[in-house]
């Protein structure tokens, strides 16, 4: 609503007040769609700052009691019209843009039209340069397209029909509220007094900052929450400026805590679920307890290059076949289950104290998106998160790799060649899965092993794809990963960070994916 044609009026009649005769002493820009004019008015010792703020999703323009210039990360612009002399300022004919016109032969278009806004160097009212060079279409705009002829007059109203889009200034928002008021309307003639009467508004004196459905707005309409009223533009858009910035800037706030701490629960319920599903997997195995107690108790019937044995169960006299080691003594292979069977048992308390930690983990992570959701200002929302950002901050700098999870399944990639000798040699277990991508620089990936599980298929593919990603070759439509167990690879003393040595590796084709 700021940049409806009848507030740009207001706006380019005060500037023009203001700064005619002043010199534009510079134009820079330090923050992407953000440009700065500095200009000096005649008779004035300070300095007057136009902030023009094109980001696609809003633009505004204000004008900042002081502005400093970054000695870094700053750029000058439109050099041209440096030290140039402002004869007049402006708005285009019916249309949503402002002109800026100079005593030579250049002039400065600040086109406000949504996300297509831009501000464009002309020469003779031709294109010189732009200040979005993305939008391609406005180095070859035809100034005299912009002017538009619209008769508001009551005869054209009424040989119109009432059709609101023959007003195309009016903008959605002056439409939406005509339309609205037009309901109790009951003939045309009724509706032309209501429309007249907005024009009347439009074209009047007061500017306000208010709110309609919770919308933040600066109307020349009366309506909604009213949060303040002026009758200058300038001190209007510097007040619009602010608020819209503070509440910006909340929201952004927000959604970033709100995104880090649904992604916390995520990650924490697939870890819940992952170890939950461990742990049933762990029950369903098989007693190798009672497998090793059925060895001890009848050794004298095993031969030791037997495969297997079949032997009645101590509780209800069932037969168990029981898988033996070709080679060794039915001592040995009793031993080799009761190790089994006490790492089975450590794997099983284990999960489950994890279980209790992730549980606890989740009802925190709710109940920060609670206090969230009634949060008010920045600070309580910083308060809120504070734990989670340290938590994360922690985790990147505790960890050479970064985590990622697959089908119950963890995968971690090296963040850099020191990251990945340590992800390989300091963080592996002799039978984790190690991948590569093939002839190129990359990331070493690990498939953490898990007790009694094969690595299935789409773990495997999972892995290659984040491997190919994570290389040299990710631009590639197919790109071969070559992987082993990890006890199949080894560094030779004075290899560069990085590089070692892999045997019994196979090689998997996969799209490089992220």
């Known amino acids: 609503m700021h940049f409806n044609y009848f507030f740009l009026s207001k706006l380019a009649k005060s500037l023009n007040q203001r700064l005619a ?72 004919n019916n249309d949503r843009s402002l002109i800026i016109e100079f005593t030579n032969t250049y002039s400065l278009l600040l086109k406000f039209h949504g996300n297509q806004s831009n501000v464009i160097l002309l020469e003779d009212f031709r294109v010189v340069s732009l200040f979005r060079k993305k939008l391609l279409k406005d180095k070859t705009l035809e100034f005299e397209s912009l002017e538009k002829q619209i008769n508001y007059s009551k005869n054209y109203f009424l040989t119109a029909k009432a059709n609101l889009d023959e007003y195309p200034t009016l903008g959605p928002f002056v439409k939406k509220r005509i339309k609205m008021l037009w309901q109790s309307a009951k003939s045309i003639d009724e509706q032309w007094k209501i429309f007249h009467k907005i024009l009347l508004e439009l074209e009047g004196e007061n500017i306000y900052i208010l709110r309609e459905e919770g919308k933040l707005m600066l109307s020349l309409i009366k309506m909604g929450t009213v949060i303040s009223t002026h009758s200058d533009p300038l001190t209007a858009l510097n007040e619009f400026a602010a608020i819209f910035t503070r509440e910006n800037n909340f929201n952004l706030k927000k959604k970033h805590a709100e995104n880090l701490l649904r992604y916390e629960e995520k990650i924490h319920n697939q870890t819940l679920q992952s170890l939950t599903t461990s742990l049933q997997k762990l029950a369903q ?62 794997q099983i308390t284990k999960n489950k104290e994890l279980v209790k930690l992730k549980e606890k983990s989740v009802k925190e992570i709710r109940s920060s998106l609670e206090l969230l959701n009634d949060a008010g200002t920045v600070k309580e929302i910083e308060e809120i998160i504070a734990p989670f950002e340290k938590l994360k901050a922690d985790k990147s700098k505790s960890h050479p790799y970064k985590t990622f999870h697959f089908m119950d399944f963890e995968i971690r ?13 300091k963080h592996s277990y002799k039978e984790d899965l190690w991948l590569h991508v093939k002839d190129a620089g990359g990331s070493h990936v690990l498939v953490k092993y898990k007790s009694g599980m094969n690595f299935p298929r ?38 560069p960070a990085g590089v070692v040595v892999v045997e019994n590796e196979k090689v998997l084709l996969v799209e490089p994916k992220f």
Do not use: W
Not at 30 to 35: S, V
Not at 48 to 73: A, C, G, T
Not at 334 to 343: D, G, L, P, V, W
């Open 458 to 495: 789409p773990v495997i593919e999972r892995a290659a794809q984040l491997a190919a990603f994570n290389s040299k070759r990710k631009t590639e439509t197919l790109c071969p990963v070559i992987y082993t167990p990890k006890k199949f690879v080894r560094k030779r003393k004075g290899d």
């Open 285 to 346: 195995q098989k007693n190798y307890k009672v497998y090793a107690d059925l060895l001890m108790a009848n050794l004298h019937k095993i031969n030791p290059y037997d495969s297997e044995v079949t032997l009645s169960n101590f509780t209800d006299n069932s037969e168990i076949t029981i898988p033996l080691k070709m080679g060794l003594t039915p001592q040995k292979n009793a031993e080799n289950y009761y190790r089994k069977s006490k790492n089975q048992n450590i």
């Open 21 to 92: 005769g002043a010199k534009i002493l510079e134009c820079f820009s330090q923050n992407k769609n953000e440009l700065i004019i500095t200009t000096l008015p005649v008779n004035e010792m300070k300095f007057f700052h136009i902030r023009i703020d094109l980001n696609p999703n809003y633009s505004f323009v204000n004008f900042p009691e002081n502005f400093y210039r970054s000695k870094r990360n700053s750029i000058s612009l439109f050099e041209k019209i440096t030290a140039a002399v402002i004869a007049g300022i402006r708005v285009i």
């Open 413 to 425: 990639v090296g963040k850099n060649a020191k990251s990945n000798d340590l992800t390989t040699f």
